[in-house]
Structure formats: structure tokens, C-alpha cells
């Protein structure tokens, strides 16, 4: 029977270079070296293309939630023209008035399913973020800073301001 290990002492095949341990051994360094290069920049990639799709993914879902902000913004007078004619209206009744509360309710509708929320803080703290004072008044019945009358109704699209609510405040 023929084996194909060399017994000891056999000379190696002609065509196997005569290579030592120590080469053999940098070569074998050196490709565990860059074999590490490669999955370190591998995994570098593959998380850098998982940034890259949840910012994308991020970034659709804030141009989906803010399409109608220029749309909305728009009709933001047309409410405040409804709520003044309700207002001017108060002591009357009629199809008219009727007509006007049931427009109002159905873009207040229309605005609410598409992320828009009225900003009313009659009462509440002033808060400069979301209200714009336009006068202070002493007034003994609220604490200091405290909203008391609200000229204009604010809104917000989606929990960012698009028109702060314009306010008078109680003065300390």
C-alpha cells in the first residue's frame, strides 16, 4: 500500500518551494491582519447602511406628517374668520349661525384627522413657546402669568407650532 505522507526523512517534492517557519508564519500574520481589516470595514459599512435607512425612514415619515403644513397654514384665517362670525353671531340663531358652527366643526374635523390641534391656553401659564403676548393686564382674579384672555387661537401640526396663539397675560 502506497501512502501519501513523505516518511521522515524523505525530500519534498520538487514543485513545493522550500519555505521556512518564519515566513510562513509572517505570511499567515499578515492575512489574519487583513482578513480583520476587511470584516472591521465590512461591519463599518453595514452600519453605515443602517444609518443611512433609518434616516431614510425618519426622514419619510416627517415628510409624510408634514405634507399639509403649507395647506393648513393657509386655512388657519378661514377658521379664525369662522370663529369671529360665531363670536358676532353669539346672541342670534338661525340657519346661518347653524350653517357657521357645522363649516367650523368640519374643518376643525378635517384639520384634526390630519394631525392639526388648536392651541386655546385661556387660563393656563403663559408659555413663550406656544403663546406670543401681545399685553399684560392687572388682573386680581389669576396669578401673576397666567394666560387671561386669548385673542387669536394658536395651532399645532403633529405637535410642532405653526401659529402661536396671541395672548394677554396677568400682570405680577
Known amino acids: 500500500m502506497h501512502s501519501e505522507n513523505p516518511t521522515p526523512g524523505a525530500q519534498a517534492p520538487a514543485d513545493v ?14 492575512l489574519r491582519h487583513a482578513l480583520a481589516n476587511l470584516r ?4 463599518r459599512e453595514r452600519a453605515e447602511l443602517d444609518n443611512q435607512r433609518k ?13 399639509n403644513e403649507k395647506l393648513l397654514s393657509q386655512l388657519l384665517p378661514v377658521l379664525d374668520s369662522l370663529e369671529a362670525g360665531l363670536v358676532a353671531a353669539a ?8 350653517g357657521l358652527e357645522l363649516t367650523l366643526r368640519q374643518l376643525l374635523k378635517v384639520g384634526e384627522d390630519n ?16 403663546h406670543q403676548a401681545i399685553s399684560q393686564l392687572a388682573s386680581p382674579g389669576a396669578a401673576p402669568g397666567t394666560v387671561v384672555q386669548v385673542f387669536q387661537k394658536g395651532y ?3 405637535e410642532r407650532l405653526l401659529r402661536p396663539a396671541l395672548v394677554v ?3 405680577d
Open 169 to 171: 397675560v396677568a400682570a
Open 40 to 43: 472591521e470595514e465590512a461591519l
Open 17 to 30: 518551494p522550500d519555505l521556512d517557519t518564519d515566513t510562513l508564519g509572517n505570511e499567515l500574520e499578515q
Open 55 to 67: 434616516r431614510l425612514v425618519r426622514d419619510v415619515d416627517q415628510a409624510r406628517r408634514f405634507a
Open 91 to 98: 346672541g342670534e340663531s338661525g340657519p346661518l349661525k347653524d
Open 156 to 158: 399645532a401640526l403633529n
Open 115 to 130: 394631525g392639526l390641534t388648536q392651541v386655546n391656553p385661556q387660563g393656563q401659564a403663559f408659555d413663550p413657546e406656544w
